[in-house]
């Protein structure tokens, strides 16, 4: 039986910009620079690890096999490894040859440091976060080792960064035995995986080594390497030979101290709310460090925070972790060690035990697991233009909202958007669907459909073809085990992992399915009636078709009005102007402090038409419920004179009406009501009304204008 998806599979061959497909995200882009790139975390392993020297050639050697162009021949790369393994003081660490970088500047660099001390790492990142342009390179070739290469940051900073570059630049990372792409989830969580392994491992061989060292300074109370929270420095006790520093205990930094104070009584203030006291503390920073302790911007755990030209920014985040530092009231802990009175306190004992309470309150039972919900309709597409740069506009679809939050999170603005996700769903399906007809493909999916059923055979052949391929590579693999040279043989297991993690990915994609005529009937009704058949379909698979014809969705807002750009990738637009009864939900408008107080003021005494005067923007039920929530008693008569008592008649047509489709404002005109007064009397006899007709009470409206080319044209 076909599936679903497979008829997606079937339509994206007629469209003219594809959705890449997971074969072309791993294919190699020879249209972009390719770049081999070499560390090793010890200098003398430049001249003692010749195999691994010797894999830097093989990369080479792998790249023009993949199809890029350089004059670089074996010979000539290993006598640059050679010069560079005796020592050669005019060794060549970087070249550029055609299509191919070769950058062994991180040669001897420990992996667990960041960019600011490895000059190779520093330029591929500033390179990737160029984005998916033609110059930005397109694949990294990495020794068998991996993604250690790149990054063995233990805080995992360096490695989700270096993720997040890739994704966005569409930048493979190509290793002799596989290719992978963190643009596929598959992928994104095997290349995460092989940022944590790096992690593990580099922390493991530092226990290891120095494992007892460490814990005996931790025992001490002193520095360990960790990350120093925001208000203290460290002490220094001398120097190495080497010019490294000999740290001792923290010490207290009163420039970021008094900051932590401000932090703490602001989260009190707000009764443990990190956002809404982030948005308190705007404009109020860390200062960056002087001069004099400038070496601590890289151990200070401020160095992943955001900054602006005054200091380090104080976000949702950063506060959250000062609520639960130990440290603040002179408690040392690392590990199982906890030492009080171990360093000066910074702040007082009071305010960060009632912060600490605070942070630590649980309410309710355990949370479970979370509930899986289908994307909204058009996530992923939509992107927020109100801002310098546009930014995503993500799809809630627990609670059915979009919602750009950036700056919120960040504690450095306001919500920019939060709206019910039907005000944008709705017009731009609408208009969707119009445009898309289907129908002249029908007979050519039938034709596709009927060749695809006669190859499901060979399909199966190629898949036991390459299970047998992997499962012979594994058992030549595990025979080469017990090697004496211990670098070859970490080098082997690591290639047993990914065989292992290939042969139980192929096992476990589902075998191809037989197409029978009843399926391809069921294809060609589903494309001759495609509106009818739209809300059949799940949201995940109408949110995947969305994705093969539309690139992406622009959206310029303000209160009661959108304009939405929908860039279809054939180069179609749709420009769509959308306004709807602002003020009708209570999260796109908030009272206000000073509303609250004005309305405390005016409705003991103040008539209907008074208030409505004052809160012009909001209707009578809004001010209504309002006033409700803050427990407000009125002296004046709440109904109009010509008011009458609901009637048991009335409330049975009430319920009639009220769980139909059938809008508030038709019901209020029949009933002779206002369309408060049935919204509270629904709410009173708990007379529960679909979401989709609870909906129907906004008045949303919209116009739309089709055109081709790059410019808009106003309607």
């Not at 074996?74 to 550029?96: C, F, K, M, T």
């Amino acid at each position: 039986m076909l599936s679903i998806a497979e008829i997606i599979q079937v339509e994206k061959a007629k469209v003219a910009r594809r959705q890449p497909s997971e074969e072309d995200l791993r294919r190699i882009p020879l249209e972009r620079p390719g770049k081999v790139f070499g560390r090793f975390s010890d200098p003398k392993q430049i001249q003692e690890s010749l195999q691994s020297m010797a894999e830097f050639a093989t990369l080479v050697r792998l790249a023009r096999q993949d199809g890029f162009h350089t004059e670089l021949s074996p010979e000539e790369v290993e006598s640059r490894l050679g010069a560079l393994q005796r020592g050669d003081p005019d060794a060549v660490r970087y070249w550029v040859d055609g299509q191919l970088i070769v950058d062994l500047r991180d040669l001897g660099i420990s992996g667990r440091l960041g960019p600011d001390k490895r000059p190779a790492l520093a330029e591929l990142m500033a390179d990737l976060s160029r984005g998916e342009a033609p110059d930005v390179t397109g694949v990294i070739y990495l020794s068998s080792e991996g993604l250690s290469r790149l990054s063995r940051d233990q805080d995992r900073v360096v490695g989700y960064q270096l993720l997040k570059l890739m994704k966005e630049a569409n930048c493979r990372v190509r290793t002799p035995y596989n290719i992978l792409n963190a643009r596929i989830d598959a992928d994104w969580k095997e290349l995460a995986e092989g940022f944590e392994d790096a992690a593990r491992e580099s922390r493991h061989l530092q226990e290891k080594h120095f494992g007892p060292k460490i814990r005996g300074k931790a025992l001490k109370g002193e520095h360990v390497g960790i990350q120093v929270p925001p208000g203290f420095i460290i002490e220094i006790k001398g120097y190495k030979s080497n010019g490294a520093f000999i740290f001792g205990k923290w010490l207290p930094y009163p420039p970021h101290a008094d900051v932590d104070i401000k932090i703490l009584e602001e989260y009190v203030r707000q009764q443990g709310s990190k956002y809404k006291a982030a948005q308190a503390l705007r404009g109020l920073v860390f200062p960056f460090f002087a001069p004099e302790v400038k070496w601590m911007e890289t151990r200070s755990s401020l160095r992943n925070c955001l900054k602006n030209d005054h200091g380090y920014i104080i976000t949702p985040e950063v506060i959250d972790g000062l609520a639960g530092q130990l440290a603040l009231v002179g408690i040392w802990k690392w590990a199982d060690i906890f030492i009080e009175n171990n360093h000066p306190a910074i702040v007082p004992v009071d305010l960060f035990s009632e912060a600490y309470a605070l942070h630590n309150q649980r309410g309710g039972k355990p949370r479970g697991r979370a509930a899986y919900h289908e994307p909204l309709d058009w996530d992923g597409l939509l992107w927020c233009l109100n801002h310098e740069t546009p930014r995503h506009i993500s799809g809630h679809s627990s609670n059915g909202t979009w919602v750009c939050d950036r700056d919120y999170h960040n504690g450095i603005g306001p919500l920019c958007l939060k709206i019910d996700h039907r005000i944008i769903s709705q017009p731009l399906t609408t208009e969707f669907l119009k445009c898309l007809d289907l129908r002249s493909y029908a007979r050519e999916v039938f034709d596709e459909l009927q060749t695809r059923s006669m190859t499901v055979e060979a399909e199966e052949a190629m898949r036991k073809h390459q299970e047998t391929q992997l499962r012979n590579r594994l058992t030549s693999l595990e025979n080469y085990l017990g090697s004496a040279d211990p670098e070859l043989e970490e080098s082997y297991r690591r290639q047993i992992k990914q065989v292992k993690a290939d042969l139980r990915a192929l096992q476990q994609k589902p075998p191809p399915t037989p197409i029978t005529v009843a399926d391809i009937n069921r294809v060609q009704h589903f494309l001759e009636n495609l509106e009818d058949e739209w809300q059949k379909l799940s949201s995940g698979l109408r949110n995947r078709l969305l994705k093969l014809l539309v690139d992406r969705v622009e959206i310029v807002h303000e209160r009661g009005h959108i304009q939405a750009k929908v860039i279809w990738k054939i180069g179609f637009k749709q420009k769509i102007d959308i306004k709807w009864e602002a003020g009708c939900s209570a999260k796109e408008r908030r009272w206000t402090n000073e509303q609250d107080n004005l309305l405390r003021t005016l409705w003991p005494t103040s008539t209907r038409e008074i208030l409505l005067d004052a809160f012009h923007e909001r209707n009578w039920r809004g001010i209504i419920s309002r006033a409700r929530n803050l427990g407000l008693m009125r002296k004046v008569r709440l109904y109009p004179p010509h008011w009458e008592p609901w009637t048991p008649s009335d409330d049975a047509r009430l319920a009639e009406l009220y769980v139909m489709d059938t809008p508030v404002d038709v019901i209020a005109a029949e009933l002779g009501r206002s369309i408060s007064a049935v919204v509270d009397r629904a709410h009173l006899l708990k007379i529960n009304r679909p979401g989709e007709a609870r909906f129907l009470k906004r008045k949303l409206v919209w116009e739309v204008l089709n055109f081709y080319g790059l410019e808009a044209v106003s309607p």
